[in-house]
């Protein structure tokens, strides 16, 4: 889940358009194959197909019913689309609904992604607590190799909260608990 980290971090700090396709793809096959939830392999394809043509809103098309059904993964990636407009219209409040969506049950991209709209403002309520809070339970399900790097954007955020706020975001987090969408 590296690329899509570093992805959703130059996302916040340059121009969407500088974002490359090659990224996107790496997004969509790593949202569909690391997480519990698993897509169709026959749609996964055809998603993967539609998206290095650049045809977003077929790509979008194949997820968006998948996301409707409570797929975690599908939830994350359609959450990306409507972020960065790539099929659908560009809108944060979407895209904040689907990565909390995909977050709720325990998508660690998706708390990522949740986590740094919070810390924007973009989509929801400029709240640093909800985004310590979402990028401290994506730090706890990142991998070795992911986990510094978001150790390192939740404590920047934390660098701007006071001793309770960090305390009541770790709290939180502590009491939450995934939970599957029906």
Not at 22 to 38: D, E, Y
Not at 108 to 119: E, S, T
Not at 133 to 162: F, G, H, Q, Y
């Amino acid at each position: 889940m590296r690329g899509f980290e570093q992805m959703v971090l130059s996302l916040h700090s340059t121009s969407l358009v500088a974002m490359r396709r090659g990224c996107l793809i790496w997004i969509l096959s790593a949202l569909c194959w690391t997480l519990p939830v698993r897509v169709d392999a026959a749609t996964v394809s055809q998603a993967e197909a539609a998206f290095s043509r650049g045809d977003y809103v077929k790509a979008s098309s194949i997820i968006i019913p998948l996301a409707e059904r409570g797929d975690a993964a599908a939830q994350s990636y359609l959450g990306f689309l409507f972020e960065t407009g790539r099929g659908v219209p560009q809108n944060y409040s979407e895209a904040a609904m689907w990565y909390r969506r995909a977050s709720e049950q325990g998508n660690g991209a998706a708390q990522y992604a949740l986590g740094l709209l919070y810390d924007k403002g973009y989509g929801v309520p400029r709240d640093e607590v909800e985004a310590h809070r979402w990028l401290d339970l994506s730090t706890s399900v990142a991998s070795p190799r992911d986990r510094e790097r978001r150790e390192r954007v939740r404590d920047a955020i934390a660098s701007k909260m006071s001793r309770e706020e960090i305390a009541l975001a770790r709290s939180r987090a502590l009491s939450w608990m995934p939970s599957r969408e029906r």
